[in-house]
């Protein structure tokens, strides 16, 4: 995640998008809950020119993890001016390779270096140093020329691979991004890693776009992860046919609720190397790998051109939170659209992924329009969301943790409305087949209760199921008391059935630890409703109940993972 968003985002304050969020009694089509919806310079030394030293200062490259400067017997580094490269790795003799005595010694990789430039890379990590000078005291005029150790990996060293983090002169910062991994070669392992994501579903009539054949849809999300490498993912899974579609392109937002971009920042997705691509039944499609500056929580667009089919059962997730724009014809690369149509949905898109170092993974939200951030509108305001800016915040975790939302209004735990999938089985989907996913906090039931009349040994045998898949998994799985609800519901029985559960969560359940939410938002002096001042419609929190919620979440729950 990038320092600059980061400081970004605290400079215009957590709540810095500000659109309006919907009132306390406000109703949302899908969310049917409760009733009203639910390496520097290389060379310090500078002009050391024939200097007798077997360890130059010039091999201080404070990205390149651990230079030597030249460290060859006889060593007297015909550098003349050697300014280095940017984070040169091989140097004048290879800055941290294995064997290149890090005082002179006399298995030097580039010896001397007659006016080595040693180009090593910009930043770069040294994690092999120097790798094609020649060995052999003295060595060879290009001692550190290309110093392939270095390459790009700036971004990710830990402080040189083999040998770099203690040759005298070196350092440890790890080249411009600082972003620990492991690395090969002066790179870091990479995988892909959702930055956003979201659960999909079959979308109730009620919640249906407009007709999408031939125009252009807009849609808008929240990465919470940033990366200069992304591919996208679209789902026809719950269609009845094809769809096929265009164009596919990603840019910067202008403020959210207007529907416009940044037109300087728009490019184009590719899938299979064609702009075009139709999507079978039941399946979805990635994308190719895109060279595209995502940064996390800024608003971000996703605009799709659509082809003549488009079936009528249209993939997508109600509770989008923020505002979509249909307009007639090719309007994918405009920086504005006009004569369109809105929705507060999304359609097709899935997730977005971003190349990140190995050592980097995903939190997962599991639940409700609780999760789903019933009663916000283009605004960074779900308790995950909050949670992310906490995340962002925690030296520990910053550039190491994205946070993905499968929060789903009106979702049950146990059972099918015949367009969402229960929780019991969106785990499979949303959680297990995302294998960068190594915590999951789970925060479902309510709906079951009040509307399924389900009871508390149901609901907890719901629990244990998702538990069970997750550790199979080795996924640690958090879970959360049930949010108070009689302020909304009063039912004496549910409120029995739901202080039931709880009791089961706290005290007898198999979860890895427990966040307890319902604390969080509770009046203290009626613990079976939510705190008014927290409280949207005594059911769902207020945005200030949703950082609450987060603000209850201890971080060190995510400084380990499963092993």
């Given at each position: 995640?990038?320092t600059?968003?980061?400081?970004?985002?605290?400079?215009?304050?957590?709540l810095?998008?500000?659109?309006?969020?919907?009132g306390?009694?406000c109703k949302?089509?899908d969310?049917p809950d409760?009733g009203t919806g639910?390496?520097?310079?290389?060379?310090?030394?500078?002009s050391?020119?024939?200097?007798?030293?077997?360890?130059?200062?010039?091999?201080?490259?404070?990205?390149?993890?651990g230079m030597t400067?030249g460290?060859?017997?006889?060593?007297?580094t015909l550098?003349?001016s050697?300014t280095?490269?940017t984070?040169?790795?091989g140097g004048?003799g290879g800055?941290s390779m294995?064997?290149g005595?890090p005082?002179?010694?006399?298995l030097?990789?580039?010896g001397q270096g007659?006016?080595?430039t040693a180009?090593g890379g910009?930043?770069?990590?040294?994690a092999?140093?120097?790798a094609?000078?020649?060995?052999?005291?003295?060595?060879?005029?290009?001692?550190g020329?290309?110093?392939s150790?270095?390459?790009?990996?700036?971004?990710s060293g830990?402080g040189?691979?083999t040998?770099g983090?203690?040759?005298?002169g070196?350092?440890?910062s790890?080249g411009?991004g600082g972003?620990?991994g492991?690395t090969?070669?002066?790179?870091p392992t990479?995988e892909?890693?959702?930055?956003?994501?979201?659960?999909?579903?079959?979308t109730?009539?009620?919640?249906?776009?407009p007709a999408?054949n031939?125009k252009?849809?807009r849609?808008f999300?929240?990465?919470?992860y940033?990366?200069n490498q992304?591919?996208?993912?679209l789902?026809?899974?719950?269609g009845?046919?094809?769809?096929?579609i265009s164009?596919?392109?990603?840019?910067h937002?202008?403020?959210?609720?207007?529907g416009q971009?940044?037109a300087?920042t728009?490019?184009?997705?590719e899938?299979?190397?064609?702009?075009s691509v139709s999507?079978?039944?039941?399946e979805?499609?990635w994308?190719d790998?895109?060279?595209?500056?995502?940064?996390?929580m800024?608003?971000?667009a996703?605009?799709?051109l659509?082809?003549?089919?488009?079936?009528?059962?249209?993939?997508?997730?109600p509770?989008?939170?923020?505002?979509?724009y249909?307009?007639?014809?090719?309007a994918?690369?405009q920086?504005s659209l006009?004569?369109?149509?809105?929705r507060?949905?999304?359609?097709?898109?899935n997730?977005?992924?971003v190349?990140?170092?190995?050592d980097a993974?995903?939190?997962?939200?599991?639940?409700?329009s609780i999760t789903?951030?019933?009663g916000?509108?283009n605004q960074?305001?779900?308790?995950?969301?909050?949670?992310?800016?906490?995340v962002n915040?925690?030296?520990q975790?910053?550039?190491?943790?994205?946070?993905?939302n499968?929060?789903a209004?009106?979702n049950n735990?146990l059972?099918s409305?015949?367009y969402m999938?229960p929780?019991v089985?969106?785990?499979?989907?949303?959680?297990?087949?995302?294998?960068?996913v190594?915590?999951?906090i789970?925060?479902?039931?309510?709906?079951?209760?009040?509307?399924g009349?389900?009871?508390?040994?149901q609901v907890?045998?719901?629990?244990?199921q998702?538990i069970?898949?997750?550790?199979?998994?080795h996924?640690?799985v958090?879970?959360?008391?049930?949010t108070?609800f009689?302020g909304h519901?009063?039912?004496?029985?549910?409120?029995?059935?739901r202080?039931?559960?709880?009791t089961?969560?706290?005290n007898?359940?198999?979860y890895?630890?427990?966040?307890?939410?319902?604390?969080?938002?509770?009046?203290?002096?009626?613990s079976q409703?939510?705190?008014s001042?927290?409280s949207n419609?005594g059911?769902?929190?207020?945005t200030a109940g949703?950082e609450?919620?987060?603000d209850?979440?201890?971080?060190?729950l995510?400084?380990?993972?499963m092993?």
């Amino acid at each position: 995640m990038s320092t600059l968003s980061r400081a970004r985002r605290l400079r215009l304050g957590i709540l810095a998008l500000g659109f309006s969020v919907v009132g306390s009694a406000c109703k949302s089509e899908d969310d049917p809950d409760g009733g009203t919806g639910t390496g520097g310079v290389a060379q310090i030394g500078g002009s050391s020119s024939g200097g007798v030293a077997a360890a130059p200062s010039g091999g201080a490259a404070t990205g390149g993890s651990g230079m030597t400067g030249g460290a060859g017997t006889g060593g007297s580094t015909l550098g003349g001016s050697l300014t280095g490269g940017t984070g040169i790795t091989g140097g004048t003799g290879g800055g941290s390779m294995t064997g290149g005595g890090p005082t002179g010694g006399s298995l030097t990789t580039g010896g001397q270096g007659a006016g080595g430039t040693a180009t090593g890379g910009t930043g770069g990590v040294g994690a092999t140093g120097g790798a094609s000078g020649g060995i052999g005291s003295g060595g060879t005029p290009t001692g550190g020329e290309t110093a392939s150790g270095g390459a790009t990996g700036g971004e990710s060293g830990s402080g040189g691979a083999t040998g770099g983090e203690t040759a005298a002169g070196g350092t440890e910062s790890g080249g411009t991004g600082g972003q620990s991994g492991s690395t090969t070669g002066g790179q870091p392992t990479m995988e892909w890693l959702p930055s956003w994501a979201t659960t999909i579903q079959k979308t109730e009539p009620k919640n249906a776009p407009p007709a999408l054949n031939g125009k252009t849809l807009r849609q808008f999300v929240w990465p919470t992860y940033s990366g200069n490498q992304i591919r996208i993912q679209l789902s026809n899974e719950k269609g009845n046919g094809p769809v096929e579609i265009s164009k596919v392109h990603i840019a910067h937002a202008q403020p959210l609720g207007s529907g416009q971009i940044d037109a300087a920042t728009d490019a184009e997705f590719e899938f299979g190397g064609s702009a075009s691509v139709s999507i079978p039944v039941g399946e979805t499609a990635w994308s190719d790998p895109l060279d595209f500056p995502l940064e996390e929580m800024e608003p971000t667009a996703v605009s799709i051109l659509f082809g003549n089919t488009v079936p009528s059962d249209v993939t997508g997730h109600p509770g989008a939170r923020t505002t979509s724009y249909v307009a007639s014809g090719d309007a994918v690369s405009q920086g504005s659209l006009s004569g369109t149509e809105t929705r507060d949905r999304w359609y097709f898109i899935n997730a977005i992924e971003v190349m990140a170092p190995a050592d980097a993974y995903a939190i997962a939200a599991l639940g409700d329009s609780i999760t789903d951030g019933y009663g916000v509108l283009n605004q960074f305001a779900r308790w995950s969301d909050y949670l992310t800016i906490a995340v962002n915040q925690d030296p520990q975790l910053a550039d190491k943790v994205s946070v993905l939302n499968f929060g789903a209004g009106a979702n049950n735990l146990l059972t099918s409305d015949g367009y969402m999938d229960p929780g019991v089985d969106r785990v499979d989907r949303d959680i297990l087949t995302r294998p960068k996913v190594k915590w999951v906090i789970v925060l479902m039931g309510v709906n079951d209760i009040i509307y399924g009349n389900a009871s508390a040994s149901q609901v907890t045998a719901g629990y244990e199921q998702i538990i069970q898949k997750c550790q199979g998994a080795h996924i640690l799985v958090y879970g959360s008391p049930l949010t108070p609800f009689a302020g909304h519901t009063p039912d004496a029985a549910k409120q029995s059935v739901r202080n039931e559960v709880n009791t089961w969560v706290m005290n007898n359940s198999t979860y890895d630890e427990i966040i307890d939410f319902a604390t969080a938002v509770a009046d203290p002096q009626n613990s079976q409703q939510l705190l008014s001042a927290l409280s949207n419609d005594g059911l769902h929190p207020s945005t200030a109940g949703y950082e609450a919620m987060a603000d209850s979440i201890d971080l060190s729950l995510f400084y380990q993972t499963m092993p």
